[in-house]
C-alpha cells in the first residue's frame, strides 16, 4: 500500500508497506529497524519477536523518544512486561501493534512534530 503524505517534509516518513517490507522515505526496508524523525536504526533487534530482550528495549530508551511504536509483524503480538522495564523507567509510552498499524501511527504523530519512534520487527 502506497501511504500519501501531507505536512511532513525534512523528517523520516513511511511511504509505502507491503508483505514483508516498509519503504521510508521511498526506501525499501526488509529488516528489523526504527524509525524516528531524524534517524534510522537499521541494525535494531537482529533476530525477531521472540528474541526480544530487555536490552532491545534499552537500546530504545537510549533513542530518547517520548512513545515507541512497536510493530510485531503481521499480526499483533504482546512482549513480556518486564522486557520494557528501560522504558517505563525512562518515562517513555510503549504501544503495541502491528506493523501497518505502526507505519499509520508514525506518520501521525511525526507530523504532530511529536518525538516517536516506530520499531518494526519482520519476524
Given at each position: 500500500m502506497k501511504l500519501h503524505l501531507s505536512n511532513i517534509s525534512g523528517i523520516n516518513a513511511f511511504t509505502g508497506y507491503g508483505e514483508g517490507y516498509v519503504m521510508v522515505n521511498r526506501n525499501r526496508y526488509q529488516q528489523n529497524?526504527?524509525?524516528?524523525?531524524?534517524?534510522?536504526?537499521t541494525d535494531w533487534q537482529q533476530a525477531g519477536f521472540d528474541d526480544l530482550s530487555e536490552g532491545d528495549f534499552a537500546q530504545l530508551a537510549e533513542l530518547a523518544p517520548e512513545i515507541v511504536l512497536l510493530g510485531t509483524g503481521n499480526r499483533l503480538r504482546f512482549p513480556r512486561p518486564e522486557l520494557a522495564r528501560a522504558l517505563a523507567e525512562a518515562r517513555i509510552g510503549l504501544e503495541v501493534m502491528d506493523i501497518k498499524a505502526a507505519c499509520r501511527t508514525y506518520n501521525i504523530l511525526a507530523a504532530e512534530e511529536r518525538k516517536v519512534a516506530a520499531a518494526l520487527l519482520f519476524s
Open positions: 529497524l526504527v524509525v524516528l524523525p531524524d534517524r534510522l536504526v
